[in-house]
């Protein structure tokens, strides 16, 4: 009974591997929250599964495969299920970096559906064609002259052979720098998305850096204005300064006896001051005087020394024979 049972566990464990097997599998390949659409195109330009598919700058899906069908490039690639794209929907391969990696651009447009999920080749466009690349530039190259262009080679090629090092160095640099880079294409891809927001940012805000704009230029405008004014009111008092220095220039003759009178006045009238300062002081005192003299009826009380003797005083009141 152990044989069977050992056989059964056995084949359970390899269904189990089998089923998560192709549960990742499904993960990795079934792309679940979007829909797949087919994209033809001219030739590929450059372009490779997984790579990004966005609409206005907004990644929404990637590139799933690439199929050569006849004499065009069928791409299957996918887009968020909350993306509606129209029977007019637009597709364009474009160059992301200048180390060879791209996007996929989809432009939604029109109304309805897109029709078998598919954006035809008239709909479709690649940043470049090698045949009219070719055929745009045969009639220049046509017109060069091969003598020249190879002297002119030949001069590059003894000039590159004389600085050999220093073209390896050069060549080294810059194979440094795509190294470089190719290692941070993340980082630059990240910096893109965030140069594309901060852009989305601007071009949401443009009516308020609109008017914030135009009320800058009305400040600077008004602050322009006040600029002139405080311009004219100094050279307004630049003149009347003149002016009045000429006046006291003219008049210097004429004002300086009559400061000396006037100083000799006001001498004057500080000496006058002092005196009636002095008679208010007296007054004060007088007034003093005369309020405790009569203060306890209607006499005055006075304190007169005697001038008389006492024999006098008896002699003229009579009061000492009595």
């Known amino acids: 009974m152990r044989a069977p049972s050992t056989r059964s566990a056995g084949l359970a464990g390899v269904a189990a591997v089998v089923a998560v ?14 829909r797949t659409y087919t994209a033809e195109l001219e030739h590929t330009a450059g372009l490779r599964t997984g790579e990004e598919v966005q609409i206005a700058g907004v990644g929404v899906g990637e590139v799933e495969e690439i199929h050569l069908r006849g004499r065009h490039v069928e791409v299957e690639f996918t887009v968020d299920r909350d993306v509606r794209l129209g029977r007019s929907t637009s597709v364009a391969v474009k160059v992301a970096t ?10 939604p447009r029109g109304q309805g559906h897109l029709a078998d999920d598919t954006v035809p080749l008239a709909r479709t466009s690649v940043p470049y064609n090698l045949q009219d690349v070719v055929e745009g530039t045969q ?45 941070r294409s993340d980082q630059l891809a990240r910096l893109l998305r965030a140069s594309r927001q901060v852009t989305g940012t601007l071009n ?54 009559l400061m000396v009178s006037l100083e000799k006045s006001l001498d004057g009238l500080e000496d006058a001051k002092d005196d009636v300062v ?11 005087y005369v309020a405790n003299a009569s203060g306890n009826g209607p ?6 020394p005697e001038a008389l003797g006492d024999n006098a005083v008896c002699v003229v009141s009579r009061s000492c024979r009595e």
Request: aromatic share 2%; glycine share 8%; hydrophobic share 45%.
């Open 21 to 34: 097997a192709l549960v990742v599998l499904a993960l990795s390949v079934v792309p679940f929250g979007a």
């Open 98 to 107: 200048l180390l060879g990696t791209h996007f996929l651009e989809v432009s």
């Open 139 to 183: 009639d220049t190259l046509g017109g060069l002259d091969s003598k020249r262009l190879g002297q002119s080679l030949d001069v590059v090629a003894g000039v590159l052979g004389k600085s050999s090092t220093q073209a390896r160095r050069a060549i080294s640099g810059v194979a440094d720098l795509a190294d470089v880079a190719s290692r």
């Open 204 to 257: 949401k805000n443009r009516t308020q850096i609109r008017d914030l704009l135009k009320q800058s230029t009305l400040v600077l405008g008004e602050l322009t204005k006040r600029r002139d004014a405080i311009e004219a009111m100094l050279r307004d008092s630049r003149r009347l300064a003149v002016t009045v220095k000429k006046l006291l220039d003219d008049t210097s003759d004429d004002l300086d006896p």
């Open 278 to 288: 002095g008679a208010l002081h007296g007054l004060a005192s007088m007034s003093r």
């Open 299 to 304: 006499w005055l009380d006075l304190n007169v």
